[in-house]
Nanobody, 126 residues
Framework: QVQLVESGGGLVQAGGSLRLSCAAS????????VTWFRQAPGKERDFVAS????????FYVDAVTGRFAISRDIAKNTVYLQMNSLKPEDTAVYYC???????????????????WGQGTQVTVSS
C-alpha cells in the first residue's frame, strides 16, 4: 500500500516560485507513475505533470510547460514539482497521485489513480 505525503505549498506573489514535494512510502514505485493534479475552487481536478518512476520520462499540460518541472529522487522516494513564473491562475490545491503505468505513456485522469496524498494549497497573489 503506497502512502503519499505532499508538502511545500504556500502563498507567493505572481512571478515567484515554489517547490512541492511528494514523499512516498509503503511500497515500490518501480512500475508506477507519480502525477501532480490540481483543483481550483469550483473546478474539476486537472492533470498538471507526471513522471514515470523507472524511466524518468516526464509529461506536462500545455499551461505549465516551460514553467514547471517534475523530477524524482530515487534514494528519497520523493517526487518534486518545481513551479516557476507562477500566475494567479495556478492557485489551487495540488495533489500527488500514483499508480501503475500503462504500457506506454501515462494516465491523465484522476479516476485512473488509486493512491493519493492529502493535498497542499498553493496561492498566487497578483
Amino acid at each position: 500500500q503506497v502512502q503519499l505525503v505532499e508538502s511545500g505549498g504556500g502563498l507567493v506573489q505572481a512571478g515567484g516560485s515554489l517547490r512541492l514535494s511528494c514523499a512516498a512510502s509503503g511500497g515500490t514505485l518501480d512500475s508506477f507513475a507519480v502525477t501532480w493534479f490540481r483543483q481550483a475552487p469550483g473546478k474539476e481536478r486537472d492533470f498538471v505533470a507526471s513522471i514515470r518512476w523507472s524511466a524518468g520520462s516526464t509529461f506536462y499540460v500545455d499551461a505549465v510547460t516551460g514553467r514547471f518541472a517534475i523530477s524524482r529522487d530515487i534514494a528519497k522516494n520523493t517526487v518534486y514539482l518545481q513551479m516557476n513564473s507562477l500566475k494567479p491562475e495556478d492557485t489551487a490545491v495540488y495533489y500527488c497521485a500514483a499508480d501503475r503505468t500503462p504500457y506506454r505513456g501515462i494516465y491523465y485522469r484522476p479516476y485512473e489513480y488509486h493512491y493519493w496524498g492529502q493535498g497542499t494549497q498553493v496561492t498566487v497573489s497578483s
